[in-house]
T-cell receptor, first 113, second 111 residues
Framework: KAGVTQTPRYLIKTRGQQVTLSCSPI?????VSWYQQTPGQGLQFLFE???????NKGNFPGRFSGRQFSNSRSEMNVSTLELGDSALYLC????????????FGPGTRLTVT | TQLLEQSPQFLSIQEGENLTVYCNSS?????LQWYRQEPGEGPVLLVT?????EVKKLKRLTFQFGDARKDSSLHITAAQPGDTGLYLC???????????FGTGTRLQVTL
């Protein structure tokens, strides 16, 4: 079956703008988690959605938000972009995270200039 | 302070050598996972260890969960260039029940 897909793969934005990233999970998976990966901080948990509800949230400011649709597809939004938001944003789907196996997408590389 | 500390941070070895990567914490975990991430891709789950003292083998990779369930190690025998990548340990943490990743070990295996 098809893996996790993320769009776009690469994105360049300027400070102050906002951005929306999309994630399509593996068919049948109801849990979608988002992570931010940077060289300095490593892989950090942003939030997890299950059946359209945010179930867990990491320690990120309110500029980072997300949602999940009835077909389990998820989007995350970052408003008022800062240079420090430049990172690889990874989405992972699971039957039921975090205990179930998580399958990661290839990520969206966001560069903020 | 990172919850899961991995060592070493970087490792560059030649094909055929053996190596061990460590994942340490002061916390006790119910389970621990190991992932490998290759450039341009997301992490891929290699193994989940659940029982203290457990040893799991995946071809040339051997994973061990510490008796006290606070640490884990990954041993690779006769490394190959295809083993190159970022190795991450991860554990479910706290009441928030989220997956927390370690600091990572970047491995490069050259011919």
């Amino acid at each position: 079956k098809a893996g996790v897909t993320q769009t776009p793969r690469y994105l360049i934005k300027t400070r102050g703008q906002q951005v929306t990233l999309s994630c399509s999970p593996i068919s049948g998976h109801r849990s979608v988690s988002w992570y931010q990966q940077t060289p300095g901080q490593g892989l950090q948990f942003l939030f997890e959605y299950f059946s359209e509800t945010q179930r867990n949230k990491g320690n990120f400011p309110g500029r980072f938000s997300g949602r999940q649709f009835s077909n389990s597809r998820s989007e995350m939004n970052v408003s008022t972009l800062e240079l420090g938001d430049s990172a690889l944003y990874l989405c992972a789907s699971s039957l039921d995270a975090p205990r179930g196996e998580q399958y990661f997408g290839p990520g969206t590389r966001l560069t903020v200039t | 302070t990172q919850l899961l500390e991995q060592s070493p941070q970087f490792l560059s070895i030649q094909e055929g050598e053996n190596l061990t990567v460590y994942c340490n914490s002061s916390s006790v975990f119910s389970s621990l996972q190991w992932y490998r991430q290759e450039p341009g891709e997301g992490p891929v789950l290699l193994v989940t260890v659940v029982t203290g003292g457990e040893v799991k083998k995946l071809k040339r990779l051997t994973f061990q969960f510490g008796d006290a369930r606070k640490d884990s190690s990954l041993h690779i025998t006769a490394a190959q260039p295809g083993d190159t990548g970022l190795y991450l340990c991860a554990a479910i943490t706290g009441t928030a029940s989220k997956l927390t990743f370690g600091t990572g070990t970047r491995l490069q295996v050259t011919l």
